[in-house]
């Protein structure tokens, strides 16, 4: 399952910060693309236990979140946007 991340870049003291304000998560890097695969790994994190528990699709519906349903791993990818300054 790849679940797929809306998320906003912004530029924070000393890197950057990537938010994915469907689920109230965020995390940082020195880099755009760094705080795009932290924010990655966090959330894939985030949902593992849901996995565990086979609530996973529940929590994914109850977030808004949208799923490319190919595989029984769980994967999570930001969208490619690039609205930081």
Known sequence: MLVVLN???NRVIYGFAA???DLGLSAHGPSPDLARRNLERLVELY???FQR???LNE???R??????DDGPSLRV???DRTDYA
């Open 77 to 79: 990818a930001v969208a």
């Open 19 to 21: 938010r994915a304000s």
């Open 63 to 68: 977030a808004g979140l949208q799923v490319d």
């Open 59 to 61: 929590e994914i519906q």
């Open 7 to 9: 998320h906003h870049v």
């Open 47 to 49: 949902l593992q236990p």
């Open 53 to 55: 528990e086979g609530t």
